[in-house]
């Protein structure tokens, strides 16, 4: 039987400003980060699906350091998330390509999908880099929301509540997407 000291995989439920989020990790890293939601059955419920999460809710300090930056950054906080393990193993070259490349974008900075790909030495591959980024395990970590379509526009978003939280998420940080809204006209009365 394993002591509290010798586990070093589980997962959390943390309560925010802005919904119930949820992290997994295993021995290596972050596993798994689920955006917000409702209720916290509905954050676990996900967590649980996913294989390799385990039940254990012993938090190592680097995960205690996570879930407060989480919370400082649901709270509107500039936070940096580039020194947070991640575990992604078995996960193929071309997504940790451009994983690693959505990882050096800084609080408030976009790019366009066109463009992460080339940093990521995939040029002209926008449209895998948005399916590599549809199914990122980690989320907010893995900054991708912040990479938005060509044009100005939000693009796609798998997160719970879709281009919404993206574009939410994005305001957080003090970026607009999008087009500018029509200058105030006269009220006329």
Known sequence: MQTPSQITAGHAVLETVIGF?????????????CLPERSREAVERRLMRHAGVSAS??????????????????????????SVPVDLDGIDDFRLAIYDAA?????????????LAKSAGHAGLPRE???????????????CHRIVA????????????????????????????????????????
């Open 129 to 143: 880099t948005g399916a590599a980024l549809g199914a990122n395990p980690v989320p907010l970590v893995i900054p």
């Open 57 to 82: 809710t012993v938090q190592p300090p680097w995960v205690v350091e996570l879930i407060a930056s989480i919370k400082a950054y649901a709270a509107g906080e500039d936070v940096d998330f580039s």
């Open 150 to 189: 060509a044009g100005g526009k939000i693009g796609g978003f798998s997160a719970p509540g879709g281009s919404t939280t993206k574009e939410k998420m994005l305001a957080m940080e003090g970026v607009r997407v999008g087009p500018q809204p029509p200058a105030q006209v006269s009220f006329g009365f």
């Open 21 to 33: 989020m949820g992290i997994a990790w295993s021995e290596k890293g972050l596993i798994r980060l």
């Open 103 to 115: 990882r050096k974008l800084a609080y408030g900075e976009t790019t366009t999908y066109g463009e």
